[in-house]
């Protein structure tokens, strides 16, 4: 009964920036953490940015530290994705996902519930 919709994606040229949001509806618990992945044609899923339920916390992929910023809006149930100097590699549909309790906060399995994806294209 949770779902999860992303937005902000678009094309954009390198150097660029974009937004992305993604709003959670339906029944939610307390104390889950959120999560952005991507993932491009012929690619596996890939982790991003996560952010623990309290919105203090933070997890980035070596890939997009210093780049991309996640935040958290418990009172809107929402979660943002700012990124920043945006490359061609960044191209990928970008999906936002809850997670549950236990697991690794880099891993997809660790989601019990994704978004329909935005897709994010970086031109050179």
């Known amino acids: 009964q949770v779902q999860l919709v992303e937005s902000g994606g678009g094309l954009v040229q390198a150097g660029d920036s974009l937004r992305l949001s993604c709003a959670a509806s339906g029944r939610t618990l307390s104390g889950y953490a959120m999560g952005w992945f991507r993932q491009a044609p012929g690619k596996e899923r890939e982790f991003v940015a996560a952010v623990t339920w309290t919105g203090y916390t933070t997890y980035y992929s070596e890939s997009v530290k210093g780049r991309f910023t996640i935040s958290r809006d418990k009172g809107k149930n929402a979660v943002y994705l700012q990124m920043n100097s945006l490359k061609p590699e960044d191209t990928a549909v970008y999906f936002c996902?809850?997670?549950?309790?236990?697991?690794?906060?880099?891993?997809?399995?660790?989601?019990?519930?994704w978004g329909q994806g935005t897709q994010v294209t970086v031109s050179s």
């Open positions: 996902g809850m997670k549950q309790y236990s697991g690794s906060y880099y891993s997809p399995t660790s989601y019990d519930y």
